[in-house]
């Protein structure tokens, strides 16, 4: 990752042996208690990775906890690394979305092109759904229609009318009603002979 220009931003483990080279002065009022250039220490890391990293250390103001990150990026400033590694539970949350709303269980090929292709096509299926939501004047979640719609992929009837039926049988607090049940005499083995 280093070696191909990219950098990256992570916190560091508590048991972390490293050993300080250079102090870079700091703002203290940002809440940066130090902004250190290190090199590990340990065998194993040191073996894995032997170029210097940067060590900032952060006294989070809203948890007062002491955060201590680790960068390879000696370009920006301190508190941009901080913010960096904050903003990363952002892309958090866009993940969880994509694994909850686009229904991608399995990529189908695994080249960029393919990858990227597939998620184009889960994110346009579901704006086209949102449309048809707003257009019909739904009730029901984005959720729920792409369940239906689902179950009903090969059903020969138009979509208005299967998503206006399905707002139909909502009942009055909104939710959907379970169809009704046939009576258990119904099921009943039939009588010996």
Known sequence: MHEAGSFFVTRAKSNLNAQRR????VDRSTGLICDQTVVLTGFYS????DTPLRRIRLRDPETDKRLVFLTNNFTLPAITITALYRCRWQVELFFKWIKQHLRIK???GTSYNAVKSQIWIAVSDYVLVAIVKKRLNLSASLYE????????MFERMPLNQLLTKMNA???????????QHLPISQFEPPAPL
Do not use: C, N
């Open 106 to 108: 399995v990529f189908f």
């Open 46 to 49: 040191r073996q894995d990775f």
């Open 22 to 25: 250079y102090s870079h002065p």
């Open 145 to 152: 229609m792409l369940q239906i719609l689902s179950l009903t």
């Open 169 to 179: 049988d909502r009942g009055i607090d909104g939710r959907a009603r379970w169809p």
